[in-house]
T-cell receptor
Framework: AQRVTQPEKLLSVFKGAPVELKCNYS??????LFWYVQYSRQRLQLLLR??SRESIKGFTADLNKGETSFHLKKPFAQEEDSAMYYC????????????FGGGTRLMVKP | DAGITQSPRHKVTETGTPVTLRCHQT?????MYWYRQDPGHGLRLIHY???????DKGEVSDGYSVSRSKTEDFLLTLESATSSQTSVYFC???????????FGPGTRLTVL
């Protein structure tokens, strides 16, 4: 079975401070991992996917297979980064379903 | 916004009534998904479809049914709504050749 854990429900930082949103997963094969962001009462938007190794809005995430983690990082938080962040995993399953973590709410204070 | 719309966007209904939510896509993608979003649980898959008339259950399918008679439309039905089905429902489509999913705007359903 595949599982995604986001240990922090809420993360509060000041503007300009570094941010790290944690994501740990359990999966026996080679997973594909994603970060989605949801601004207040809006749809989920794809932030980044590990397979493309891209940086969006200054966020990066590195897949660490040894630690089974895919933490999201940004060196300098901005107020507009305040949102819900979801880590998701796609394993080798019928339907290519995504398994989501419980989400972390990021609050960036001025 | 990946050409996905959902209707209605908000609905309040009473326990025991049937409810149907609609997801419409303009991308002609094969795979479509229904999720529910609840605090602390993230998003959980209800049902998905891999083609017209082809559907399968997800993690939390009890009390829900789906239908897909056309590529562009994927319907989610609550046969007899209960208060535990109060949630925000999101539809998603999958980009062909990848595992990336794109989401609709959501439907906020309240069952009294």
């Amino acid at each position: 079975a595949q599982r995604v854990t986001q240990p922090e429900k809420l993360l509060s930082v000041f503007k300009g401070a570094p941010v790290e949103l944690k994501c740990n997963y359990s999966y026996s094969g080679s997973p594909e991992l994603f970060w989605y962001v949801q601004y207040s009462r809006q749809r989920l938007q794809l932030l980044l996917r590990h397979i493309s190794r891209e940086s969006i809005k200054g966020f990066t995430a590195d897949l660490n297979k040894g630690e089974t983690s895919f933490h999201l990082k940004k060196p300098f938080a901005q107020e507009e980064d305040s949102a819900m962040y979801y880590c998701a995993l796609s394993g080798n399953n019928a339907g290519n379903m995504l398994t989501f973590g419980g989400g972390t709410r990021l609050m960036v204070k001025p | 916004d990946a050409g996905i719309t959902q209707s209605p966007r908000h609905k309040v209904t009473e326990t025991g009534t049937p409810v149907t939510l609609r997801c419409h896509q303009t991308e002609n993608h094969r795979y479509m998904y229904w999720y529910r979003q609840d605090p602390g649980h993230g998003l959980r898959l209800i049902h998905y479809s891999y083609g017209v008339k082809d559907t399968d259950k997800g993690e939390v399918s009890d009390g829900y049914s789906v239908s897909r008679s056309k590529t562009e439309d994927f319907l989610l039905t609550l046969e007899s709504a209960t208060s535990s089905q109060t949630s925000v429902y999101f539809c998603a489509i999958r980009e062909p050749g990848t595992d990336t999913q794109y989401f609709g705007p959501g439907t906020r359903l309240t069952v009294l």
